[in-house]
């Protein structure tokens, strides 16, 4: 399980699952076309709590709120997890 | 009259051109994303209501990033030019200021300079930086140390309005301090900046914050702002050549705290004196808070700066709002019954609780 936890599916699964249970607006199910603040109802201090919240699951130094603010799907945030982590 | 507006669709912009469109002139409104204006109350302003006319276009590009022959058409269109469009969020990068909030408004000058027309310039009265005491209208740079970069980028911005004044261009400034909801209603079309600060205190994310009790708060109501730019716009001839504070004097940190306290649901964050404050000892969530949030406006909850606003006061005499607890209330209740300062969401804390308990299933 520690092993798996790094492999990119299952970062892939954890990000989906926070995206979700961060979510002003509880989805039914998350994929990474939807839409951040059209479909989960983000809103700018939302994702400044998402990305707290990231920082934290994933271990990641300080994420630069520019980044994070020009994020729109949840595809985009399992690609900035992603990128983070390569950089660490 | 012909007036553009930069800026249009923003929450001032859009205010500002419903004014004009009202004293019927004929207003085209300048957005990045052109798409419609909407009112501070929601209402939109339609074109074929004889709405204001929307250019797409960018300020930060030279001639707003129009095609030659557009701005050719604008610049002997024009009769005047508000300059509203501005990044006004904070804790952006340093370069979208820069490119935004200076560029764009060199940009405004050079279609001013080719257009003859006059140029009423939006700045913000914390072009004063971190100063305290009495501000006037006529100060603009004394080497003052600015709060954040976008203070900087708008103190560069009126310095080139003034030296394009002085090479004989007609301009009038007009300066708000913190922009909020309208004076009799409270209600306010988006929330950001002071709101998000006051989202995370009321909610209890965040419990101290470093601020002297007797800093003072300018919040200004976006109807008087819009007011004071629409006249300056339209009477120029009175307006020209001046700096108009538009603002409605402070509120102290402890009528803030006071005000909270009467709302049941509220949480009121702990002033802590700036020196024995001391963002490592704040819980792991709370610190994010800070330093993500909390920190970018830890200046306004310092200063103590008085705007003077002799020349707004006789140029709209009887304009002046009143920063009383009053105002502070509708503005506290409007953003309650909207729901923006209502139950608050899940907490990070217990999110990652949920998921690590998930996760050992």
Known sequence: MTDDSTSPRRSREDVHALVAAMAPRPPAEVTDDTELIADLAYDSLRLIELSIALERLFELSTLDESSVATVSTV?????????????? | MEILVTGATGLVGAEVAARLVGASHRVRGLAHRADRVVRNDGRVLAESDHGPRLISGDVTRPRFGLAASEWAELATSVDRIVHCAAATDFGRPDALYEAVNVGGTRHALELAAESGAPLVHVSTAYVCGERSGVITETELDVGQRMGNAYESSKLRAETLVRKAAA????VAVVR???????????????????????????????????????ALLDLVPVDHVADVVAEAATRFADAEGRTLHATAGGLTLRELSDVLAEFPSFHVPRFVAPSAFDPARLPE???????????????????????DRTATDEFLP????????????????????????????????????????????
């Open chain 2, 176 to 214: 708000p301090s913190i922009v909020v909801g309208a004076s009799r209603t409270g209600v306010v079309r988006e929330f950001k900046n002071i709101y998000v600060v006051l989202r995370l205190t009321t909610q209890g994310r965040v419990r101290s914050v470093p601020g002297h009790f007797d």
């Open chain 2, 285 to 307: 969530t709370e610190r994010a808070y800070h330093t993500k949030v909390i920190s970018l406006y830890e200046s306004y909850f310092q200063r103590r700066p008085t705007f």
């Open chain 2, 167 to 170: 090479d004989g261009l007609p």
């Open chain 2, 318 to 361: 009887g304009s002046r709002p009143v920063a009383r607890p009053a105002f502070l209330r509708r503005l506290l209740g409007h953003a309650l019954r909207a729901g923006y300062l209502g139950p608050p969401l899940v907490d990070v804390d217990q999110v990652l609780a949920g998921l690590g308990a998930a996760a050992a299933r």
């Open chain 1, 75 to 88: 595809g985009g945030v399992v690609a900035l997890v992603s990128d983070h982590r390569g950089a660490a």
